[in-house]
């Protein structure tokens, strides 16, 4: 791994790639889950419209939040946007609504917990968009979405037990550039919902995993058997515990990585994903 440029470090892949690469793809960090994915032509932007911290969670910069509310800069031509639940550091509906209407294209796919939430600050805007998409997956049924040469499985998880099963919460698989991203936002240590999503069936090249999965409990287990990626990253970090957490990753879980600030980006060339 070396940096190319303030705020991009370039992967560098010396092992065949099991697809055929169509193009080198990047992952651009954004506030707490939030990530952008591109293979320089389709982006798609998840648990990406949060600006304000919000509890232990961070925010964006405010040179980015000029950006995410024009839909320019850093934030422009995003052609999917994902959320995974309703809970404020992965959706802000008031910033999720200055969003989509700056934007002119981009299309959004989540629950409608979600999009009930969004409705209350921008009612019109979200009752008449075309842009606007409701989906409600069975478990074991994902929702597929294809858009420019990537593929995205939206499939249900659960977030919790007792109150928190009440949440509606989607993982999303990414196929985009030859590679296979996977975003979990902040699913439950529930080995039969992955089990349910069939993910020890699927390719994964990069995996972005909460770091409690990594602390003691059965978060390791659930790795090894559903999210055993050869790139795992680990989110949904407070900014006051970053440094605590980078410590104990190195010496435990010295191959993960953290992506650290907002606009921080992972470049994969064209060469392959991590090897396996």
Sequence with gaps: MRCRSPGVVEILLLCAFSAAVQADVTLTQLANAGV???????????????????????????????????ASGDFAGIDLALVSHRHHEHNQPAFACEFMQASTSTQLYSSEQVIALMREKCRSFVTSSPRVHRVDPPYGEPHRIDRAGAVVSIFRLTHGRHKLARIEHFGHLVEIGGMAVLHIGDAAMLAEDFERAALHQQKIDVALIPLTFFQPGPGEELI?????????????????ELQEAKSYLAENFPTVQIIERPLEMLRFSGYSPPPR
């Excluded at 982006?43 to 232990?56: A, K, Q, T």
């Excluded at 925010?59 to 939040?65: I, K, M, S, V």
């Excluded at 090894?224 to 006051?240: C, E, F, G, N, S």
């Design 36 to 70: 952008i994915i591109s293979d320089g032509e389709t982006r798609v932007m998840i648990d990406g419209m949060v600006v304000e911290p919000y509890s232990l969670y961070g925010g964006l910069p405010a040179d980015a939040r000029r950006s995410f509310r024009t």
């Design 224 to 240: 090894r058997r559903y999210l055993d990626a050869p790139l795992k990253i680990a989110t949904h970090i407070p900014p006051a």
